[in-house]
Every structure is written in structure tokens, then in C-alpha cells.
């Protein structure tokens, strides 16, 4: 008995010893993947679909990967599979980052747009005023807007006859019409129409009688009348 149980022992120990061949070599081929593994960090070569591209490196995981035991291999497709998912990821939030410019850069346009229509607008209402007042012609203050006779006309009437004469003018008025505001108040405008293009001319050339005073007489170029 004590014979078999040296015996024993010595098996145990024989055992515990040198490993087998076909361990040293599965071992040996894992420390070979990891030592790849660290030294190999990051420099995977990517093609534009997102694989790695095939090389000797791989090649040489796929030849150790036949040594190896179905652990180590399911462990190293792991890694591997984790590898794929990290680049996955990162492309991912590269298309998610170019989506996002591009939607920025369609909301700029689409505003640019928008104010370019505004000022198209803006000029046709421009080009329509401007229109209408040289259809008016004769007219000595700029201004738009309703046209016709107004309540009240008389009175401005006979305020504008009060301005004129204070200059020292005596002309002939065929049309009064006030244009936004009330007469004499700030932003009030009235639009005269003289007799004639000479009863205008001396208008102009008296205003600066005006000088000092709220009331200003503006020149309007246009004239449709006929010289008297």
C-alpha cells in the first residue's frame, strides 16, 4: 500500500510537471494572439464598407485560430467582434455628424431664400408707389397712398393757401389731399397740385421762407399738366 501510494504520487507529480504537447501549443498560440492583440491596437486597416481588410496579420490568427480549443477560439471571435462594433460605432456618428450639417446647410439656404423673396417684394411695392406718384404728377410733397377727396379737405385747403401766401406766393391749387397723419402733426403729409409748371418753379424758389419753421415744402420732378 505504501508502495502504490509513493506511486501515486509520483504519477501526480508527473502530471503536474511539463504539459503536454497539444496544451503548450494551444497555450503558446493564445499568448501569440494576445501579444498581436496589444501590439496591434488600433491600427486595423478599414475598407469604406467597415470590414478589415485582409492581411497577413488576420491570416496568421486564422492559422493560430486552428490550433486553438473552442474556448479560446469563441474568446477571440469575441474581441474580434467587439473590434467591429467600435469602427460600426464611429462610422455611424461620422454619417450622423454629415447628416446634421447637411440639414443645417438646408435651413440656411431655405432662409436666404426667404429674405431674397422679402426684398423682391419689397422693391415691386417700391416700384408700384413710384409709379403711381408720377402718374399724379404736379405734386410738391413726396407721398402715396389713398387717393380722392377726404373730409376736412376745405380746411386743409385753406392751410396750404395760408403757407403759400406766407412765402409770398400767389399760385392757382387744383387738387389738396392729405396722405397719412393729420395736417401740422408729425408725420402728417399733403399732397398740392399747382396750376402750372411756372407756378411750381416759383413755389421752390420761395420755400426757404419756410426756414425755421415744422412745415417743409418737398420737390416732386414729375409733372403731367400742360405749360400755362
Do not use: H
Not at 501590439?39 to 481588410?53: F, I, P, R
Not at 399760385?171 to 407756378?199: A, D, F, H, P, T
Amino acid at each position: 500500500m505504501e508502495g502504490e501510494g509513493k506511486k501515486t504520487g509520483g504519477e501526480e507529480r508527473k502530471r503536474v510537471g511539463r504539459p503536454k504537447k497539444e496544451r503548450r501549443g494551444s497555450t503558446g498560440c493564445l499568448e501569440e494572439f494576445w501579444k498581436r492583440k496589444r501590439e496591434g491596437a488600433g491600427e486595423e486597416e478599414v475598407e469604406e464598407d467597415g470590414s478589415l481588410k485582409r492581411s497577413k496579420k488576420v491570416e496568421g490568427l486564422q492559422e493560430c485560430g486552428k490550433r486553438l480549443g473552442r474556448k479560446e477560439m469563441e474568446e477571440m471571435i469575441g474581441v474580434m467582434g467587439e473590434v467591429m462594433r467600435k469602427i460600426n460605432d464611429e462610422m455611424g456618428k461620422m454619417r450622423e455628424e454629415l447628416r446634421q450639417r447637411k440639414e443645417v446647410w438646408r435651413e440656411e439656404r431655405r432662409e436666404m431664400k426667404e429674405r431674397i423673396q422679402g426684398l423682391e417684394m419689397r422693391i415691386l411695392k417700391m416700384e408700384g408707389k413710384l409709379e403711381r406718384k408720377i402718374k399724379e404728377g404736379g405734386s410738391l410733397m413726396e407721398g402715396g397712398g389713398r387717393g380722392g377727396r377726404e373730409e376736412g379737405e376745405g380746411e386743409i385747403r385753406e392751410m396750404v393757401v395760408k403757407v403759400l401766401e406766407e412765402i409770398g406766393t400767389k399760385v392757382r391749387i387744383e387738387e389738396v389731399r392729405r396722405v397719412g397723419g393729420k395736417y401740422g402733426k408729425e408725420g402728417g403729409m399733403v399732397v398740392v397740385k399747382l396750376g402750372s409748371r411756372e407756378q411750381k418753379r416759383e413755389v421752390m424758389e420761395k420755400k426757404k421762407g419756410l426756414k425755421g419753421k415744422k412745415i417743409r415744402i418737398e420737390d416732386d420732378l414729375t409733372w403731367t399738366g400742360e405749360d400755362k
